[in-house]
């Protein structure tokens, strides 16, 4: 595996034996894919924008009080390259990709351009954890069976998953058409939580986590959160989840469930503000450190 040392890796990182791949637990995979992005483009750019903004994120978390890449290793990967892939050729790559992570042994964060890349993800991960259950983070539940002719779209992303029969949670719903609300309302194996309903439920997160089955993989589209916060998204949506809300809830998640691997995806980096690149930084860190704890 073809990694980066400590000029271009996650968190600046300086010492090998806390960045190689051998010696890693924790793997940053880039999946730049980004072909079916419906409003504002340049998510492909996100990987890479994220990774450059963790080089000043700091080492030491106050929280847990802890430097967290001491605590398993942290790899980033060379970004996948998707030259002539499109559709379920990426999905394949990307799936080819995450096997050979997970069969050695790593824990996959994968940082993509478009959602479609959870597919591909997900198709590897339900090969070694068959019971996988689904928490997504996201503005929008991209259960469209296809969308602009295409079954592969990032709008139709957790349609494929739903196909797999993966059990699938969701957070923070605030824009869908109606044939998704219908597949949400006639799917047992589909628990929504709109965001709405997040306002007005406290105890949205108790109810969300008796939904999650023991193994979980987690989802996060940036504008899932609000725009005040983590601006640089591909479809921005008002009323989205804030800070402290959601780590305490993801907190909670990773230490209750066995949690198998993260993704971060729909990140649009806006030249001059690099808030949504940091912050998604930050949160990937914040993870990684909880599941250190574990």
């Known amino acids: ?8 890796n996650f968190l600046a990182i300086e010492d090998e034996e806390f960045y190689s791949y ?14 079916t992005s419906s ?3 340049g998510s492909f750019k996100g990987p890479n924008a994220i990774i450059k903004a963790s080089q000043f994120v700091e080492l030491y978390d106050e929280e847990l009080d802890q430097e967290s890449y001491l605590k398993g290793g942290i790899c980033t990967l060379h970004p996948m390259d998707f030259k002539g892939k499109v559709d379920l050729k990426a ?57 602009h ?6 709008a139709s992303v957790m349609a494929r998953v739903h196909d797999l029969e993966i ?26 939580f709109y965001a709405h309903e997040v306002r007005s439920n406290p105890n949205w997160a108790a109810e969300a ?26 479809t921005a949506e008002p009323n989205g989840m804030m ?25 649009a980096p806006i030249k001059g503000n690099i808030l949504t690149e940091f912050t998604m930084a930050k949160m990937v860190y914040k993870l990684i450190g909880y599941h250190t704890n574990k």
């Open 1 to 8: 595996m073809k990694y980066y040392n400590h000029k271009k």
């Open 22 to 35: 051998e010696q890693s637990k924790y793997v940053i995979q880039s999946a730049p894919y980004e072909y």
């Open 39 to 41: 409003y504002l483009a």
């Open 91 to 147: 999905i394949k790559h990307i799936e080819k990709n995450t096997i050979q992570l997970l069969a050695d042994g790593k824990f996959p964060v994968t940082l993509g351009a478009e959602h479609t890349i959870t597919y591909g993800t997900l198709r590897a991960v339900k090969q070694f954890v068959p019971d996988v259950h689904v928490l997504q983070i996201d503005a929008h539940s991209d259960l469209r069976q296809e969308y």
């Open 149 to 154: 002719g295409n079954k592969y779209s990032h």
């Open 167 to 192: 059990p699938l949670t969701q957070i923070g719903i605030r824009a869908q058409c109606i044939e998704e609300s219908q597949l949400i309302k006639s799917s047992p194996i589909i628990h929504t």
């Open 209 to 234: 986590l008796k939904t999650l089955g023991p193994n979980v993989y987690i989802s996060i589209d940036a504008d899932g959160f609000d725009p005040s916060i983590v601006p640089a998204v591909g």
């Open 243 to 267: 800070w402290n809300e959601t780590m305490m809830f993801l907190k909670d998640v990773i230490a209750k469930r066995n949690v198998v691997g993260f993704d971060v995806v729909e990140v």
